[in-house]
């Protein structure tokens, strides 16, 4: 799930996204924040499975999904989630 931190620069929060994946050799995290480009954020793995990623997010609302070893999937710790054009859905992040 996406935590804010309290952080603030110019309008803009670190979030920090985790998933626990043990079995995956990949995992990066596509949204509309970034382009949907999941290779522009890749994630880092703790030795627990859990991967996390850093980086800092302009407030607003945003939809994101990780990418596992290819596969599109929503956040599963994150309760909010919208449908997309592609018939799935996505998680919503909020930064106020």
């Known amino acids: ?3 804010k931190e309290m952080k603030k620069e110019s ?3 670190m979030v920090e996204f985790r998933i ?3 079995d995956a050799n990949w ?3 596509a949204g509309d924040f970034n382009g949907w480009r999941p290779d522009v954020l890749k994630a880092k793995r703790s030795r627990d499975g859990i991967w996390k990623i850093q980086t800092m997010v302009p407030s607003g609302k945003y939809e994101y999904k990780f990418v596992v070893d290819g596969k ?3 956040d599963p710790s994150c309760p909010k989630k919208v449908a997309n054009s592609f018939g799935t859905e996505n998680s919503v ?3 106020h």
Request: glycine share 6%; no cysteine; hydrophobic share 55%.
């Open 1 to 3: 799930m996406a935590k």
């Open 11 to 13: 309008a803009r929060r």
């Open 20 to 22: 626990s994946a043990p």
């Open 27 to 29: 995992v990066g995290i």
């Open 72 to 74: 599109w999937i929503t």
């Open 93 to 95: 992040l909020e930064i």
